[in-house]
T-cell receptor, first 114, second 111 residues
Framework: DTAVSQTPKYLVTQMGNDKSIKCEQN?????MYWYKQDSKKFLKIMFS???????INETVPNRFSPKSPDKAHLNLHINSLELGDSAVYFC?????????????FGQGTRLTVV | QQQVKQSPQSLIVQKGGISIINCAYE??????FPWYQQFPGKGPALLIA?????SEKKEGRFTISFNKSAKQFSLHIMDSQPGDSATYFC??????????FGSGTKLNVKP
């Protein structure tokens, strides 16, 4: 069973469209994240949710909105897509505490805006 | 402000050699230091991690060396193999939920 799964794996869309990426984790973790990886491979945290509450919201455009229907899901909705949004988006989850924590990543969604 | 600085950006090593990747962090409140390995088309995967009260941790061919006073830690890959060719990220974690990643090192192990 896949621990962290995100869909779709590839997404090609036109500028101005609205799209969503879905993420689900079956690890029972209490925190989920969205990361953006640009062409230079830099991983930038976008959002994280802990127990359905947003606890990190880095300086990303408000066109990006995370939605968490329950602890196992964190979806990413993007409005009015722009060329610069093209990147690979990774969902991750973690369970912290007891002196250690690990993040498990999904396979990524390659978003191409044309 | 970049919380974690990673070097080198890219590294070429001959098969059987030692690969060394370095990271330096700013915040002394970080409480966990993992390394992630990422293959093309895949998500990063945890490779090995260390707590700040430990100076070294070894798992197979992979070793983390941690220098708390210098606020530096490094990944050593012994007997490097072509299958180790990937991008490696160090990370520093604060309060169990705030992950700060380095900029990545692309390792190429030549046969």
């Amino acid at each position: 069973d896949t621990a962290v799964s995100q869909t779709p794996k590839y997404l090609v869309t036109q500028m101005g469209n609205d799209k969503s990426i879905k993420c689900e984790q079956n690890l029972g973790h209490d925190t989920m994240y969205w990361y953006k990886q640009d062409s230079k491979k830099f991983l930038k945290i976008m959002f994280s949710y802990n127990n359905k509450e947003l606890i990190i919201n880095e300086t990303v455009p408000n066109r990006f909105s995370p939605k968490s229907p329950d602890k196992a899901h964190l979806n990413l909705h993007i409005n009015s897509l722009e060329l610069g949004d093209s990147a690979v988006y990774f969902c991750a989850s973690s369970q912290g505490g007891q002196g250690r924590t690990e993040a498990f990543f999904g396979q990524g969604t390659r978003l191409t805006v044309v | 402000q970049q919380q974690v600085k990673q070097s080198p950006q890219s590294l070429i090593v001959q098969k059987g050699g030692i690969s060394i990747i370095n990271c330096a962090y700013e915040n002394t409140a970080f409480d966990y230091f993992p390394w992630y390995q990422q293959f093309p088309g895949k998500g990063p995967a945890l490779l090995i991690a260390i707590r700040p009260d430990v100076s070294e941790k070894k798992e197979g061919r992979f070793t983390i060396s941690f220098n708390k006073s210098a606020k530096q830690f490094s990944l050593h890959i012994m007997d490097s193999q072509p299958g180790d060719s990937a991008t490696y990220f160090c990370a520093s974690i604060y309060n169990f939920t705030k992950f700060y990643f380095g900029s990545g090192t692309k390792l190429n192990v030549k046969p």
